[in-house]
């Protein structure tokens, strides 16, 4: 069975930090891109970063460069979203998801599975 859980979503003030994990299961990590979007409420969900599981190539939004780093363990199957210096702004729910296609991920999002998602919120 396919897995992607995510955790190490709460609650925040600005200016803080919170570290977001995906951890996949049931398909060849290594083989896929894994990447991290996020939804507010009423707008549409939207690319954050993507990290490509066979060479570590990385991506990310306009708005979070400098602030937010991916990286992979490919040892335990998990991808990481460390995200610093929040603002209110990146309050949403956030999901990981995966594809074997890294920009139909990243460009399409179009991801082969999706997790749970999970909330972010920073108050100001």
């Known amino acids: 069975e396919v897995q992607l859980v995510e955790s190490g979503g709460g609650l925040v003030q600005a200016g803080g930090s919170l570290r977001l994990s995906c951890a996949a299961s049931?398909?060849?990590?290594?083989?896929?891109?894994i990447g991290w979007f996020r939804q507010a409420p009423g707008k549409e969900r939207k690319g954050v970063s993507c990290?490509?599981?066979?060479?570590?190539?990385?991506y990310y939004a306009d708005s979070v460069k400098g602030r937010f780093t991916i990286s992979s363990d490919n040892a335990k199957n998990t991808v990481y979203l460390q995200m610093n210096s929040l603002k209110p702004e990146d309050t949403a729910v956030y999901y990981c998801?995966?594809?074997?296609?890294?920009?139909?991920?990243?460009?399409?999002?179009?991801?082969?599975?999706w997790g749970q998602g999970t909330q972010v919120t920073v108050s100001s």
């Open positions: 998801a995966a594809a074997g296609l890294l920009w139909s991920l990243w460009v399409g999002k179009q991801g082969d599975y």
């Open positions: 990290i490509s599981s066979s060479d570590g190539s990385t």
């Open positions: 049931g398909f060849t990590f290594d083989d896929y891109a």
